[in-house]
Nanobody
Framework: QVQLVESGGGLVQPGGSLTLSCAAS????????LGWYRQAPGNERELVAT???????NYADSVKGRFTVSRDNAKNTVYLQMNNLTPEDTAVYYC???????????WGQGTQVTVSA
C-alpha cells in the first residue's frame, strides 16, 4: 500500500517561490495519477495540479502559469513548483495518488504553505 510523505512547506513572501515534494513508497510508474490538492480553513479541498503516468498534466485555473507539477521516477517523487505566490495560495497542500486497482485514493499528511508579507 503506497504511502506518501510531503515536505517543503513554509512561510514565503507574496511573489515568492516554493517547491513541495511528495515521496512515494512504491514506484510511481504504477500510479496512474499523482497530484496536489489544497485546503484552506473553512474551504473544501480543491485540486491544484495532477500528472498522469503518461505525463499528462492538469492545473486549476487559479494556478496555471504559476505552478508546475513534475515527477522524478528515479526518486519516486512528485513535485510542485510554485512561483509568484499570493496570499490566496495559503493552504495545507496534500499529495494524492490514485490508480484503478486501489480501493481508494491515498493521501499524504499535508504540508502548510503560508504566503504573507
Amino acid at each position: 500500500q503506497v504511502q506518501l510523505v510531503e515536505s517543503g512547506g513554509g512561510l514565503v513572501q507574496p511573489g515568492g517561490s516554493l517547491t513541495l515534494s511528495c515521496a512515494a513508497s512504491i514506484n510511481i510508474l504504477y500510479i496512474n495519477s499523482l497530484g496536489w490538492y489544497r485546503q484552506a480553513p473553512g474551504n473544501e479541498r480543491e485540486l491544484v495540479a495532477t500528472v498522469s503516468s503518461g505525463g499528462r498534466k492538469n492545473y486549476a485555473d487559479s494556478v496555471k502559469g504559476r505552478f508546475t507539477v513534475s515527477r522524478d521516477n528515479a526518486k519516486n517523487t512528485v513535485y510542485l513548483q510554485m512561483n509568484n505566490l499570493t496570499p490566496e495560495d495559503t493552504a495545507v497542500y496534500y499529495c494524492r495518488a490514485y490508480s484503478p486497482q486501489m480501493d481508494a485514493p491515498r493521501w499524504g499528511q499535508g504540508t502548510q504553505v503560508t504566503v504573507s508579507a
